[in-house]
């Protein structure tokens, strides 16, 4: 049985910087795309950042240049440096390795094994 969970997270002022991690269980997902997604009050699930077999990246625009995301295959783990954080970053942030090899997934249903989020809070 997969299980993915988040670590890290809490409540930090604006321009501070925050880490999460991600570590999965039960598999290698070595050959998927890891990512993260974010949900904010009010708002829909959107995609953060992924990160492929390949160790190549994407990052949603209002997050580029400040976060970066890493994995490492070996521990089946996926982390998310954050920096400059604002106070639209607000929110419960969700681990996610994809469903299927070799795809680069982007929606949400795309993704088979998701953490239970953790939250982030950016006070201004």
């Known amino acids: 049985q997969v299980q993915v969970a988040e670590s890290g997270g809490g409540l930090v002022q604006a321009g501070g910087s925050l880490s999460l991690s991600c570590a999965a269980s039960g598999r290698s997902f070595s050959s998927y795309v890891m990512g993260w997604f974010r949900q904010g009050p009010g708002k829909e699930r959107e995609l953060v950042a992924t990160?492929?077999?390949?160790?190549?990246?994407y990052y949603r625009d209002s997050v580029k240049d400040r976060f970066v995301i890493s994995r490492n295959k070996d521990k089946n783990t996926v982390d998310l440096q954050m920096n400059s954080l604002k106070p639209d970053d607000t929110a419960v942030y969700f681990c996610a390795f994809g469903g299927t090899p070799w795809s680069t997934p982007r929606a949400p249903s795309e993704f088979a094994s998701w953490g239970r989020g953790i939250q982030v809070t950016v006070s201004s």
């Open positions: 990160i492929d077999w390949a160790y190549r990246t």
